[in-house]
């Protein structure tokens, strides 16, 4: 199986900084792209940023300029910088990989359980 784990989240002031990391572990071959995405309540689950293996990235509006996503790929592991974070921030955060398990099987999809960015004074 493959098990992706976000850590990183917490409270924060509006302003404020955090950084994000989700590390995926288990029977993996290879890793193509790795995204976050994010759930307000109430709100459909949303694209935040992305990055393929070769580094090539994009962002969601409401982040470009003040997130920057990079990746580890020794580490299978994915970063999301978050800045000047805003109320609107405030949001469960998914890692999303896209993960080859064996030279013979295709990508597939795997998603992590979560963390929670609270964005409050």
């Known amino acids: 199986q493959v098990q992706l784990v976000e850590s990183g989240g917490g409270l924060v002031q509006p302003g404020g900084s955090l950084r994000l990391s989700c590390a995926a572990s288990?029977?993996?071959?290879?890793?193509?792209?790795m995204a976050w995405y994010r759930q307000a309540p109430g709100k459909q689950r949303e694209l935040v940023a992305r990055i393929t293996s070769g580094g090539s990235t994009n962002y969601a509006d409401s982040v470009k300029g003040r997130s920057t996503i990079s990746r580890d790929n020794a580490k299978n592991t994915v970063y999301l910088q978050m800045n000047s974070l805003k109320p609107e921030d405030t949001a469960v955060y998914f890692c999303n990989a896209d993960v080859k398990r064996a030279i013979a099987t295709p990508y597939r999809d795997y998603w992590g359980k979560g963390t929670l960015v609270t964005v409050s004074s």
């Open positions: 288990g029977s993996i071959f290879s890793i193509n792209a």
